[in-house]
């Protein structure tokens, strides 16, 4: 089917095959045909051409439209929400009830799950008790990244504010049999929430508060992928995490 808005778009700017053809690179043959069969072109030279005669790419072409076909997603992704806010709380929480043999929690603050959910360090000391190792690390308040990271998210000095206020809530852990509350004062990539072969991803984007930013959802299913580069990750900073007294 000849693409009439293209060619009424080469007449009204007095463009002929090969004008055309010469300022996008191409044989004047497959200018005609893109007008007289309706041809799409690669998408790159379709942008030159529309920027050429001053119209709208997708105007012109409309199945660039369609999205192109994308990457197999990793097998072990469960779910992928938009932002944390998305996230109902009883997704972090039924998770964390779940574990058996890990809990492993790396962030700056994250005291949107004690505010949301006051019970969080019975559940931990529940499930330390039944014999499951809790791991948790939160940003060192007076650290350069940490503070960084606030003018980053535009959260200005609320950022330490928030981790003071984490390790208010953390601290009562401290020396509880099977956990251990560290600070860290790492830059933070992502925030990661685990439990057992599940994790929950929190990406930083700049700019961002993390509330308002991706997360995904992660079941192990395979060595050395996805989650294991998250966990591996989560090790690497807890080794360089302090211990956090008993108060």
Known sequence: MPNERLRAAMATGGWTYS??????EV???????WVNQGRTPRRATA??????????VHALWPTLRQARPARAVSPELVALYDKRADVP???FVDMLAQARRNIDVLVYAAVFLHEAYP??????RERAADGCAVRIAIGDAGSAHVQQRGEEERFGHGIDSRCRL???HYRPLAGVPGIEVRTHATTLYNSIYRADDQ??????????NAFGAPVW????????GMFDTCAGSFDAVWGTATPVGEE
């Open 89 to 91: 709380v009883s997704t």
């Open 217 to 224: 959802h992660l079941r192990r299913s395979e060595p050395d």
């Open 119 to 124: 019970r969080l360090n019975d559940l931990l």
């Open 19 to 24: 004008a055309l053809a010469d300022k996008v």
């Open 166 to 168: 984490a390790l208010m």
């Open 47 to 56: 942008m030159l051409a529309a920027e050429t005669l001053g119209e709208d």
């Open 199 to 208: 994790a929950l991803i929190n990406a930083h984007v700049w700019g961002v």
């Open 27 to 33: 044989d004047p043959k497959s200018i005609e045909r």
